[in-house]
């Protein structure tokens, strides 16, 4: 009886490990989801809600995290002596706590969490989806929607992203990277199961 709890804890342990550990081949899409079948599902459901390309929303995802589910921003220090992080921004696609304040309040989805893969992509989906409706980005454009995701739909309406070159880089990194996730995912998409445990 004891062997068999300890088994049962075990299995507990490691499915919940799976569920935040970032995935071993990041830079390959099908490979994402073949390790995480739930991401795959829950990937899904916001294209479905939003329409915005999965491969967009994973390679802003990668960028913002590296798909670590309690990333923040560095602790910044005066001296030795710790001064706060730079901003409120948490979880899988880095949100500041106002935003997602905006997001529960605008969806009902006030139970979600920001370290939750299915509620981070699903604000991913919400904030591309608002970008294309204020600002007339396509979902599909990675470039753009990655600077309104950093800049905010006012700052990107505004051009505030045109005097930061590196956010530029970091844009151009992101477009390039939906592409490669775009072209691996069309390979592999029909062969990829959804989150079902059995």
Same mark, same amino acid.
């Given at each position: 009886?004891?062997? !068999?709890?300890?088994?049962? %804890?075990?299995?507990?342990? %490691? ?15 099908? +490979? ?61 696609? +880095? ?5 997602? @304040?905006?997001?529960? !309040? ?7 969490? !920001?370290? @939750? ?12 989806? &608002?970008? =294309?409706?204020?600002? %007339? ?7 753009? =929607? ?11 309406? /505004? ?12 844009? /151009?990194?992101?477009?390039? !990277? $939906? =592409?490669?996730?775009? $072209? +691996?995912?069309? +390979?592999? &998409? %029909? ?8």
């Amino acid at each position: 009886m004891r062997a !068999r709890f300890a088994l049962a %804890g075990g299995l507990l342990f %490691g499915l919940t490990a799976c569920s935040t550990t970032p995935p071993a081949q990041p830079e390959n899409l099908c +490979q994402i989801f073949r390790e995480k079948p739930k991401w795959h599902e829950a990937a899904l459901k916001m294209n479905e809600r939003w329409g915005t390309p999965v491969q967009v929303v994973m390679a802003m995802m990668y960028q913002e995290s590296s798909f670590v589910h309690d990333a923040r921003p560095p602790m910044q220090y005066f001296l030795f002596i710790p001064t706060g992080r730079a901003s409120s921004a948490y979880g899988y696609a +880095q949100v500041k706590d106002e935003t997602w @304040d905006d997001y529960q !309040r605008e969806t009902g989805n006030g139970w979600s969490s !920001r370290d @939750d893969f299915a509620d981070a992509i699903d604000f991913m989906g919400w904030y591309t989806h &608002k970008a =294309q409706r204020v600002n %007339g980005t396509s979902k599909w454009d990675a470039y753009g =929607q990655y600077l309104n995701y950093h800049e905010g739909w006012g700052g990107y309406r /505004r051009g505030s992203y045109r005097s930061k070159g590196w956010l530029m880089q970091a844009a /151009r990194k992101v477009e390039a !990277r $939906a =592409q490669r996730y775009g $072209a +691996q995912y069309r +390979q592999c &998409k %029909g062969q990829l199961s959804t989150g079902s445990w059995f």
